[in-house]
């Protein structure tokens, strides 16, 4: 919440406003890294590390680049409750890779800001055998985003 | 078809293919598995995040 309110993260589409130009205004690199189900990944993360990141054929430790095409919405449904979301734009595609020890988590976080975490999803237990690993991207809604600011 | 497999790229019709589903309130995952001769040579997974990560406040009155 703090990195958020310090505007630590710029995701999506450049904006006029930004930490290092106004009149050239960048945006940050998101990276995804997978973890192993014996990892301890949580909402205590709070920067990318190679602890428990899984290895094999095809894996490249950092993981892969998030496409984060579309910059944060937010919706106000009244005059005290409004979400603001984020989704990447693309799904994260890890191809012919060949992970034999079972992993559950992905970690998205700020190539650019010193690595800091962003969020973690963890789904079922998987292993890849010369095949691809897709994560998939909920809907960009104010719903079921995958990263959510809601006021109530 | 060919596929990728540890043996390198392979016909399917020379393997067993197996695939599954999972679905709940937090993912909807497929997989595929090819099998030759008992062995598994290939598998692909494909997840699709449900579950949201939700950061909510509330607006204070005065």
């Known amino acids: 919440m703090s990195e958020l309110m310090l505007g630590e993260h710029q995701l999506g589409t450049a904006t006029l406003v930004s930490r290092t130009s106004l009149t050239s205004p960048t945006t940050d690199t998101l990276k995804a890294a997978l973890y192993l189900a014996s990892a301890t990944k949580d909402a205590s993360t709070t920067v990318y590390n190679t602890t428990g990141e899984v290895s094999g054929t095809g894996y490249t430790a950092g993981g892969v680049t998030v496409t984060a095409a579309t910059a944060p919405t937010s919706t106000n449904a009244s005059a005290t409750a409004g979400v603001a979301f984020f989704t990447p734009t693309a799904s994260l595609v890890y191809t012919t890779v060949t992970l034999s020890t079972a992993f559950d988590c992905v970690l998205i976080y700020n190539f650019t800001q010193s690595l800091k975490a962003i969020s973690v999803h963890t789904f079922g237990s998987q292993t890849i055998t010369a095949g691809t690993f897709t994560l998939t991207m909920p809907s960009n809604t104010t719903t079921t985003a995958l990263l959510r600011l809601a006021t109530t | ?62």
């Open chain 2, 1 to 62: 078809m060919l596929v990728t497999t540890t043996k390198g790229d392979m016909d399917d019709s020379l393997l067993e293919k197996r695939e599954g589903t999972v679905d709940n309130d937090n993912e909807l995952t497929t997989w595929v598995e090819y099998w030759l001769e008992g062995e598994l040579v290939h598998r692909s997974a494909h997840v699709t995040l449900k579950k949201t990560v939700t950061l909510t406040s509330s607006v204070a009155s005065f």
